[in-house]
């Protein structure tokens, strides 16, 4: 075996997790034999030391290489004890590691590693805190438009500065269909494709596939939009390439509102829903995003014009309940919000005209306190 061979240590490095290479010295001829650990530069100190430790439990012999000790116990019983205990791996991990690397390179007699710690004294372990740095909620909020809002009170919203780029490429994308119209029924839909299908308004839009019932019902999502519709396929066509995805990604975006409960009474919540249609649908807003969800992020939306929390104003309305949040950068707002919520409730607007029902109901119609 080579010198400069890199060597896997097989069965401990295993069980101590370590990735599992050593690199042996060119020549070791004395039969009394070597401890060997050699690492590499770009360890960090507190691993190299656990590589050393990995090493103390190998023997280097020049007769016969670089060995595992628990498959030579048996031919040779002065390597039969190669453990190392958990106060032993303490000790070595709070010596230098100049100081462990001549510890291990030393010439030593094949004996038990632990005389490795007659020559050390125990340094006292400062007990290190972490200390978490509190965050600070930020505000940036940005155009756009929103197109499309949901039963479940989301939105989709198109941004403003790519806006131009959009109105081109449908513009593009129609004076092409009008020069090669799609032949009537030869487009298949399959679920999840990119296509282009024609709107109530006679104007063909980008689309994908949502759902194949039969030819005569598919449900589709306009990419661009946000809405869905069910039609047939001979309102279908293929997406063009120079029109796909890859030359401008989808320009409707999901979002949700940040700090409220959407009802979940179907009537409430369609009042919460036809509230937001008439103030902000095919509207220009400002959208801040305050943080993530399971289905797509938490935003504040703010009027272009008056700069007023569209949020805040449902809650005023009493239309939607308060989201608790106990994160410390929001608690400004959340205050703000629940005062908003209290007036609700004293005027007993929408949801509190009959009081504040939560008490005795929230469990039951999903709603928290």
């Not at 929230?362 to 709603?367: I, N, R």
């Amino acid at each position: 075996m080579q010198g400069r061979d890199a060597l896997r240590m097989p069965s401990l490095c295993r069980k101590m997790r370590f990735p599992g290479k050593v690199r042996v010295p060119p020549l070791m001829p004395e039969a009394g034999g070597l401890y060997v650990c050699h690492c590499t530069a770009r360890l960090q100190p507190a691993l190299a030391a656990l590589w050393s430790i990995a090493a103390v439990c190998y023997r280097w012999e020049p007769a016969t290489g670089f060995h595992d000790p628990t498959t030579r116990a048996a031919s040779h019983p002065e390597t039969e004890r190669m453990f190392i205990s958990q106060q032993e791996l303490h000790y070595l991990r709070l010596l230098p590691l100049d100081i462990v690397h001549s510890l291990l390179l030393c010439r030593a007699p094949v004996s038990s590693p632990r005389q490795v710690w007659s020559q050390c004294e125990e340094v006292p372990v400062e007990e290190v805190v972490p200390v978490l740095e509190e965050k600070e909620r930020t505000t940036s909020y940005k155009p756009v438009f929103v197109t499309e809002i949901t039963d479940e009170l989301h939105f989709y919203v198109q941004d403003v500065e790519t806006g131009t780029q959009l109105e081109k490429l449908m513009e593009n994308m129609r004076s092409e269909i009008a020069s090669h119209p799609p032949v009537e029924g030869s487009y298949v839909p399959r679920r999840g494709d990119y296509c282009i299908a024609k709107f109530v308004d006679g104007e063909w839009y980008r689309a994908r596939v949502e759902k194949v019932e039969s030819p005569a019902r598919v449900h589709i999502f306009y990419i661009d939009y946000g809405n869905k519709e069910t039609l047939p396929s001979t309102r279908l066509g293929t997406l063009p390439p120079a029109f796909s995805t890859r030359i401008l990604p989808a320009q409707a975006i999901e979002y949700k509102f940040a700090f409220i409960q959407v009802p979940q009474d179907d009537d409430a919540r369609a009042d919460a829903v036809d509230s937001v249609v008439r103030d902000i649908q095919n509207t220009q807003c400002l959208l801040n995003v305050e943080h993530l969800g399971p289905s797509c992020p938490h935003v504040t939306l703010q009027f272009a014009d008056s700069k007023g929390d569209v949020g805040l104003g449902l809650v005023k309305e009493g239309l939607v309940m308060v989201e608790a949040r106990k994160e410390k950068q929001f608690q400004k707002v959340i205050t703000e919000y629940l005062n908003a919520q209290e007036l609700a409730k004293t005027n007993r607007l929408n949801l509190w005209r009959y009081g504040d029902f939560r008490a005795d109901d929230a469990d039951e119609f999903g709603y928290s306190r």
